[in-house]
Structure formats: C-alpha cells, structure tokens
C-alpha cells in the first residue's frame, strides 16, 4: 500500500508476475510502466485505490498499468476511480494509454468521471475503459496537434476484457465559437467502453463486453463545435479492418444503454 508508486521509466523487457497480490495506491497519478516492450509480459496483478490527480492528462492519463504496451498484460484488473478537472488534452485507459500489444483477461472496474475546460484551445480527447487508443501513437500533427499512428505503428489486441467502470467526460467552453482564431472547443472526442479509438490496420477485440455507461456532454455551446464520438466497444476507428470476421471484431457485447452525446 502507497500513496503513489514512481513509475518506471523506459522500456521494460521483462515478465512482471504478480502472483495475484493487490496494489493498493491511494492518491495514484501515473502507470507502472512507461512502456512495456515486445517480449514484456505483465500478468496476474490487481491494482486498486484511486487516482488523485493526472501527473500527464494527455501522456498517460489514468492508466494504471502502461502508457504504452507493446508486449502482453494479462489478468490485470484495475478498480482505481477517478474524478477530477483538467484543461489540456486527456487520454483515457484503465489498463494503458496505447496498446499497441495484447491485452488479455483485465478487467477495468474504476469509474473514470471528467471535467474538461477547453479554455482558449482545440483539444483532443480520447478514452476507453481499458485503453485510449488500440495502436501505438507515432506522434502529433504539427498543425493540428492531433495524434497519428503512422505507417509502422504497433495495432493492440483486445482479447477476453471486460469494462465496468464508467466512462463520462463533460467539456466546458468559453462561449466562442469554432471559426473564431481564438476559439474554445474540443476539437476531436472520442470514447468507448473499451477503446476510444484506433487509427490502423489489423486491430483486433475479441470476445470483449462493456458494461457501463459512456458518455461526452457538452456543457456549453462551444464545447461542442469538434467531431465527437461514442460507442460501447468502440468509440472511433479511422483505420480500416482487413477483415471483419477474422481480425476486426469477434463476438464483442455491450450490455450498457448509457449513451449521451
């Protein structure tokens, strides 16, 4: 039990087993692992407490295991709620930010409930119950500063996950429109139960359920000027599957009605 574990830096190459033992950090604010490489497994671990604060809203966010995965994580559950402000773009993801590997067998049960103040700026926004984006995220646009895969980005599997904590996002403006040069709105929002986006080929979900609600409200007019978009599993895909039946998405259920756009 801690008030906040330091997180460790670099890529890890190695097998995390966590024979089944609890994590318990009460004022949480970064994952355990920046990144988790190729040939990284992370495996029968439960993390639990709470998220205090985001130490980086749009690195990391709320994830409790990676910020990005490139190897396994498997039997993972995470029930670390979180319920803050911020005012700069945000990711998402109970388990990691980027799964550019495979996530197995975790369970997200942490409510992740957030006030985004877009203040003078166009912000990204991207969020799911066990992970933000299903790829590994090649860097930002310089122009738009929205994030893009790249040509040999990693594409994540999702394979047996479940998701029950909630996933709601409200964003705030300060009354200015999109076309206006100095305008407050959240240029791009999207949220899944399980991912919030993925932007290449070959991603995989099988065999995963959402049981929450999901939900981005707009709390003033221009809060919503951007593209925004929701789903149970998946909130946005702006890649394209080579083959639904076989590497898009298999047998995917999601229980919950809780939509709000």
Known sequence: ??????????????????????????QNSRPLFETVGEEAKVTQLNVAGRFGTLGNPSQYGNAAIAMLNLGTIENVEV??????????????????????????????????????????????CIGGGIAAYGNEIAGTGPKNGVPYAGTKAHAGRFVNCS?????QVSVTGDGVGVSSSSGSVAGLSCFGGICG??????????????YAAVSRTSVSESSCAGASAIG?????CTGLFNDWTDRGATLCYN?????QL
Request: overall charge negative.
């Open 1 to 26: 039990v801690a008030d906040d574990l330091d997180m460790v830096t670099g890529t890890f190459k190695g097998t995390f087993l966590g024979g089944g033992h609890t994590s318990t950090q009460n």
């Open 163 to 167: 998701n029950r904590g909630a996933v």
């Open 232 to 236: 149970g599993i998946l909130g946005s």
């Open 79 to 124: 029930n670390c709620p979180l319920q803050t402000t911020v005012s700069r773009d945000l990711v998402l993801g109970g388990i990691a930010a980027q799964n550019g590997g495979t996530i197995k067998d975790c369970v997200n049960k942490g409510d992740a409930i957030v006030t985004v103040h877009a203040g003078k700026t166009i912000l990204t």
């Open 197 to 210: 986006m993925v932007m290449c080929d070959n991603a995989v979900f099988d065999h995963c359920n959402n």
């Open 255 to 259: 229980t919950d009605t809780g939509y």
